[in-house]
């Protein structure tokens, strides 16, 4: 039997280096993986956001790959199937060969939608626009299209995919049952059902915390879900801003909506550990033959969070150990839900993509093109 085409790869490079080395190393690495193969789209990914990516550097890479079909974004943190950073100077790239590729969202429609954004721009509108997966990145992230920086969400589809498969990690634990809201004031969250929010949370709060010097209302959430969403719909979850012991309430970092019922919930590593593992395990029992991953990962679910190791990631090489994987540490993690983007926090979401087979490569090429637009930045 002969060996598995290989249609992805993955390069990593971190350190106190400029990013254009950190580029040149990671890109080399993964170009080594696909033995001589044709790239016909690479992304490359940058932390932190604020690192010093120059055009003419990615025009430089635009020409030794011979390749067009270029995105690159700046996030908190990045990661590949063998490493990972978060705060640090590092680049992490993806590097795809024929019959995979890129191409212009509106070019594809029903293909799986890649979508990047900075905080300020994932409106409601723009998440109802399509049902894609992706990264939010801090507000000072930035993007590019081929060379060319780009101030708008930059959304691309991947081209060659028969199927796809997204799940999600909530890592949380209820704290209380899914309850009507009965009463609050403004941000200031009084009633659930017939019960004082505040005594609430003291009654339902775990032993474990409840030994600790202070109430760790960073890890306290409450899960708000609304009663025009669908059942599968994950729930949207609040900060709790602080507490108010004369009123019995809870501070919120907005209103709950009208009509809607809600939840106490704690960030959990336990919970979160054994909600990837389920998650893996559905993946490698669905997902056929995967060529390639993205994983969208909230800042708050990374090594501090675990007290030591991403045991998401940990368990994820565990699993697809020869699976080529990118992905980012952003400020939310877009989730496909019906038609359109399910804004999430402090999850990781995994999406796995399987490659058509016998797909005629003239005409893969061909659909390409379009995406190719400006032709002039690696003749110069």
Request: hydrophobic content about 40%; aromatic content about 8%; overall charge neutral.
């Amino acid at each position: 039997m002969g060996s598995k085409v290989i249609l992805a790869s993955t390069g990593f490079a971190m350190g106190a280096r400029h990013p254009e080395r950190l580029l040149a190393q990671a890109v080399e690495e993964a170009h080594h993986k696909l033995h001589g193969q044709t790239i016909t789209a690479a992304l490359f990914l940058f932390s932190p956001p604020l690192s010093p990516v120059h055009p003419s550097m990615l025009q430089a890479q635009m020409r030794q790959l011979a390749c067009l079909q270029i995105a690159v974004a700046t996030f908190p943190g990045v990661f590949t199937d063998a490493g990972q950073a978060l705060g640090d100077p590092a680049c992490a790239v993806l590097l795809l060969a024929s019959p995979l590729g890129l191409s212009r969202s509106s070019q594809e429609p029903g293909m799986p939608r890649l979508r990047w954004a900075r905080p300020d721009q994932t409106t409601p509108h723009w998440l109802g626009q399509s049902a894609g997966f992706g990264s939010v990145s801090s507000r000072t992230g930035c993007f590019w299209l081929h060379a060319s920086a780009r101030r708008e969400p930059v959304e691309l589809c991947f081209r060659g995919i028969s199927a796809q498969h997204s799940a999600w990690s909530a890592g949380l634990r209820p704290l209380s049952a899914i309850l009507p809201v009965t009463r609050q004031e403004g941000n200031l969250l009084l009633q659930l059902e017939r019960y004082l929010a505040l005594p609430m949370l003291a009654q339902n709060i775990p032993f474990s915390i409840r030994q600790e010097a202070r109430l760790p209302l960073e890890r306290l959430l409450i899960g708000e879900v609304r009663m025009d969403t669908h059942p599968d719909t994950p729930p949207d979850l609040l900060h709790i801003r602080a507490t108010d012991i004369n009123r019995s309430g809870l501070w919120l970092e907005r209103a709950l909506e009208e009509g809607s019922r809600a939840f106490l919930t704690l960030r959990d590593p336990p919970s979160a550990e054994r909600d990837t593992r389920m998650v893996l395990e559905a993946l490698a029992t669905n997902a056929p033959s995967p060529a390639f991953a993205w994983i969208s990962s909230s800042i708050g679910r990374d090594v501090a969070f675990f007290g030591g190791e991403d045991r998401d990631l940990a368990l994820w090489r565990e699993r697809f150990p020869q699976l080529p994987t990118l992905g980012a540490y952003g400020m939310g993690e877009l989730l496909p839900t019906q038609e359109h983007s399910h804004l999430l926090r402090y999850s990781k979401v995994y999406t796995v993509f399987s490659a058509w087979n016998g797909v005629n490569q003239q005409e893969s090429e061909e659909q390409s093109n379009a995406f190719n637009e400006p032709l002039t930045q690696i003749k110069e």
